[in-house]
């Protein structure tokens, strides 16, 4: 495996047949992994991106605090059969200091975790965009996890008429139900119990098909403070009356915002 951080080595890295990226902000995991292993299974080379993005963090959000696990990742990439890891410095990414143009993610990127965290979608569809004209590769994975941030690369490429397959992969949960985040590790123990309850909410809403059985859920563990529960389609626009559908939900446990999601199929 090999590991280059400026532009010049990264485009001298050649890499045989088909390539598949996946782009990481380090502090890989299990779900991180299963990315790999998807792209290791269909294509024929395996591109690693390791960077922190600093745009798409708030001025009150823990750009400062998030976790750099460089080594551990570097040997879970290699775990994994990655044959070339692109980890950029900020100045290599962004020479000219933060980009004055940036992708406008449009009525999507406002609602949900948009609303939320403003400006959170220009800085990864810019960040994305960035990578995906730098790695030039033929397939992207992403995790179904961050739901809205896949339908909106999916949106971007194929509305900038980018030739890759954006592929999704699903969630991975811990045995208990718990999707797995890079920020988990900010849960003490009592918060880690009283975060299972937005997987439990979301069970509860595939169930019965209604957000009410969820925010039941929600607020039989009211030190957790719901940020939305909603019922969507596929797509993110309005809950259809029948067939498939999406449950999403955000929520912050003492310090850490978390989100999840799950596919419904409404009878």
Do not use: C, W
């Not at 532009?7 to 990226?21: I, M, N, Q």
Request: no cysteine; hydrophobic share 45%; net charge negative.
């Amino acid at each position: 495996m090999r590991v280059v951080s400026d532009r010049a080595d990264l485009r001298s890295a050649s890499l045989p047949g088909d390539v598949a990226v996946v782009m990481t902000m380090g502090a890989l995991h299990e779900g991180h992994a299963a990315l790999l292993r998807r792209a290791r299974a269909e294509a024929k080379s395996v591109l690693m991106t390791l960077f922190v993005n600093p745009l798409q963090f708030g001025p009150n959000e823990d750009f400062d605090r998030y976790p750099r696990t460089m080594e551990a990742d570097l040997e879970l990439a290699r775990a994994e059969g990655v044959d070339l890891v692109f980890a950029p410095t900020r100045e290599v990414m962004y020479p000219q200091g933060e980009p004055s143009v940036r992708v406008e993610p449009g009525p999507l990127g406002a609602v949900l975790e948009g609303a939320s965290r403003p400006g959170f979608f220009h800085g990864v569809l810019t960040v994305v965009n960035k990578l995906l004209q730098l790695t030039r590769p033929d397939y992207a994975y992403f995790g179904e996890k961050d739901y809205q941030q896949l339908t909106l690369i999916r949106a971007m490429v194929r509305d900038f008429d980018l030739p890759i397959d954006v592929r999704g992969v699903p969630t991975v949960r811990e045995a208990d139900g718990l999707a797995l985040s890079s920020r988990n590790r900010y849960l003490s123990p009592p918060e880690r119990q009283s975060a299972l309850v937005l997987s439990r909410a979301l069970r509860a809403t595939a169930a019965t098909g209604s957000i009410e059985a969820g925010l039941a859920e929600f607020a039989a563990v009211p030190e957790v403070k719901l940020d939305y529960l909603v019922l969507t389609d596929p797509m993110l626009g309005p809950a259809p009356d029948h067939g498939p559908a999406r449950a999403l939900t955000a929520a912050r446990v003492g310090s850490t915002r978390l989100i999840d999601n799950v596919g419904v199929e409404l009878p």
